[in-house]
């Protein structure tokens, strides 16, 4: 055979695979840029077929390689290895090694095999395979040019050492190497490299996207739900339509109640009018059937007026749980089309806003709970207190009665802040006021022995706090602290300002507390006991329900040592500085930055005890 005829120019050989490696890297980046193939990689969790899809794909790369170079010696100057080594460091060992298996038997099968045919359907076989282990090594690089370039001058000169050792007869094999060797490495590592670039390239293209559209959907989403906090209603929908229309640039966006449109802003809002009945066959279809549309013509939007400009729509169910409260509709016209990013968008922005309108019902479940457990402690009121209250003013009226009248306007006082404590929030000043109703009333029936001190820092008495928060916990300190004790005790109550909260501590030097019982009082869940103090239990659950975990009391006792309860209120409570400009609200109570409390004798017919030195009696201090 005369091998000089049938050798091509090494040259020549160059620039056509050169050529015929642009052609398949277009195709084969094209292709890969289509679903479901351009978000899929290594590493990532797709499903079978998905992964046989993308096996295929690769195989076929690999087969039009063969077919992308010239017949030397009965054998192909091919460009397979720039396929399957892109197959395996892309999808990894599995499509590796399905793309080499693919590509090298049919190099093997096809009718012109030739005497080379066994090494060069092996080498692309391992080829693919080596690709595939690497990138499970190091996933981390698995889309890296370098490494791609080496496998491929790795690869196929491994290729050409196997069809010098496998191929016969050998001088035809070394004629083979020599004409084809350095074009197929040198080409094969080119194309594998900028085939791998060129995915890594739409990889990052395709992120950069996706991190636009999250900060888009992110700059959307902080900007509308402090309007949906308050529901799906007229107002909150145009402030909600006026920020999409502005963020994304469409030609109009519209919100829809179950029957009305709620708002319409940009094209069309002419007719597509707030509070009118629904204008389009397509919103009441979305609506019906409960499934997102992306409509590409006028006529499937089904508006009634014949020049309505909007040629677009993508229109998405609102949802309040498993009921459709209305829709999200973003209009496209002729000059501002929609397109399948927007589509994603809109379904991104209905699942938030739904999330959100959810979140509204439960806030309002919340408040009606926590109306609930103030009424469920006012019902708790031990009605032996206000027995024992009501018998000890009564022996008051004939030795005291001007004492007795002003036990009976505590009492009073008392009783109707109990009553009108389903307020979300009160001022501080008011709850102190409860306090010391609530401590004239047990000075008169204990005397000396118990005592109590009040300290307000000033500026706090218009911080707002929860109703029924803390006289309860006086409350306890009173009757499981210091009643048990012969020699009685005092009760102190500490209110100031700690890094921007209001902080609020109840201690007394009382019986003190088991950890055990600590555990019960702090626990959501443990069966309740009027022995382990079920105020102080509800007043920690509302801390916990209104302003988080973080804001749940801490309790610092043990048996003969007294209890510290210690909680905080966080800064958003606090009110206008003018007292005046809320006029549901009544000015704060003037209260003394200190008291000192110190209660008489039991015995109503005995005379004034001698105060301690620096203290009050409680009915100053309460009429005060």
């Not at 090694?97 to 099968?109: D, E, S, T």
């Not at 507390?513 to 007043?539: D, F, K, W």
């Given at each position: ?5 049938l050798?091509?120019?090494?040259p020549?050989?160059f620039i ?31 499903p ?22 010239n ?9 397979r ?20 298996l693919?590509?090298?038997?049919h ?18 076989f391992?080829?693919?395979t080596v ?38 007869p ?9 004409v ?6 040198v080409?094969?590592?080119?194309g594998?490299a ?79 009018l ?45 949802r ?13 016209t ?6 399948q990013?927007?589509f ?9 806003f ?16 926590a ?34 009248r ?9 009783m ?11 001022r501080?000043?008011?709850e ?21 001190r009040?300290?307000?820092?000033p ?26 004790r012969?020699?009685g005790?005092r009760?102190?109550?500490k209110?100031?300002r ?24 702090l626990?959501?869940?443990?069966p ?8 102080a ?5 509302r ?12 309790i ?7 209890t ?6 966080p ?9 005046a ?5 009544p ?21 004034k005890p ?13 009429t005060?």
């Amino acid at each position: 055979m005369d091998l000089d005829i049938l050798v091509p120019e090494v040259p020549g050989l160059f620039i056509n695979l050169s050529q015929r490696f642009g052609l398949l890297l277009a195709g084969g980046f094209a292709i890969m840029t289509m679903a479901p193939f351009e978000r899929m990689g290594l590493g990532q969790k797709r499903p079978f077929w998905t992964t046989l899809a993308v096996t295929l794909l690769f195989g076929i790369f690999g087969i039009l390689g063969t077919y992308t170079g010239n017949s030397v010696f009965h054998s192909y100057a091919n460009l397979r290895a720039m396929g399957v080594i892109t197959a395996g460091l892309f999808g990894g060992p599995w499509v590796g090694l399905g793309a080499g298996l693919i590509a090298g038997g049919h190099r093997y099968l096809i009718d012109i095999a030739g005497f080379s045919a066994l090494p060069c359907a092996l080498a692309t076989f391992l080829e693919g395979t080596v690709a595939g282990l690497i990138a499970r090594r190091f996933p981390g690089q698995s889309l890296d040019w370098g490494v791609a370039m080496a496998l491929g001058l790795v690869g196929e000169t491994v290729h050409m050492g196997l069809v010098l050792a496998l191929s016969r007869p050998f001088d035809e094999a070394v004629a083979l190497v020599q004409v084809i060797g350095a074009p197929m490495i040198v080409i094969n590592a080119m194309g594998a490299a900028i085939f791998v670039r060129a995915l890594r390239l739409q990889r990052s293209l395709r992120e950069h996207q996706d991190s636009n559209e999250a900060r888009r959907i992110l700059s959307i989403a902080s900007q509308t739900v402090p309007h949906l906090r308050s529901g799906l209603t007229r107002q909150s929908a145009q402030a909600t339509a006026a920020i999409i229309l502005a963020e994304t640039a469409v030609a109009a966006v519209a919100i829809t109640g179950d029957r009305t449109i709620l708002a319409h802003v940009g094209a069309g809002q002419e007719h597509h009018l707030a509070g009118a009945p629904w204008r389009t066959r397509a919103t009441r279809l979305s609506f019906e059937s409960g499934t997102a549309l992306f409509l590409r013509d006028r006529e499937s939007i089904g508006c009634a007026k014949a020049d309505c400009p909007l040629r677009e729509a993508i229109i998405v169910p609102l949802r309040k749980g498993p009921t459709i409260c209305g829709c999200l509709k973003i209009y496209g016209t002729k000059d501002r089309p929609l397109d399948q990013p927007l589509f994603e968008l809109a379904k991104g922005l209905a699942d938030l806003f739904s999330t959100q309108l959810e979140l509204e019902d439960i806030g309002i479940k919340n408040q009606l709970l926590a109306h609930a457990e103030i009424r469920r402690l006012q019902a708790q009121i031990n009605p032996h207190f206000l027995f024992n209250s009501l018998n000890t003013i009564a022996s008051f009226c004939r030795t005291a009665p001007g004492q007795a009248r002003e036990l009976l306007l505590d009492l009073a006082r008392y009783m109707r802040r109990n009553l009108d404590s389903s307020r979300g929030l009160v001022r501080l000043s008011e709850e102190i006021e409860q306090v010391r109703s609530y401590l004239a009333i047990e000075q008169a029936r204990f005397g000396e022995r118990i005592a109590s001190r009040i300290e307000v820092e000033p500026g706090c008495e218009d911080w707002l706090i929860p109703p029924l928060l803390i006289q309860p916990l006086v409350e306890n300190s009173v009757r499981h602290g210091l009643q048990a004790r012969p020699e009685g005790g005092r009760v102190r109550l500490k209110v100031c300002r700690q890094d921007g909260h209001l902080q609020v501590t109840v201690e007394d030097d009382g019986l003190g507390m088991a950890r055990e019982t600590i555990a019960l009082v702090l626990s959501p869940t443990a069966p309740e006991s009027l022995n382990e103090g079920v105020g102080a239990r509800n007043s920690n659950q509302r801390l916990v329900q209104l302003f988080g975990q973080d804001y749940a009391m801490h309790i610092a006792s043990a048996p003969g040592t007294g209890t510290r309860i210690v909680f905080r209120v966080p800064p958003a409570a606090v009110p206008r500085s003018d007292p005046a400009a809320d006029p549901a609200r009544p000015g704060p109570t003037p209260t003394p930055p200190t008291v000192d409390v110190a209660l008489p004798d039991q015995t109503p017919q005995a005379t004034k005890p001698t105060q301690a030195a620096g203290e009050v009696p409680a009915t100053a201090s309460a009429t005060s």
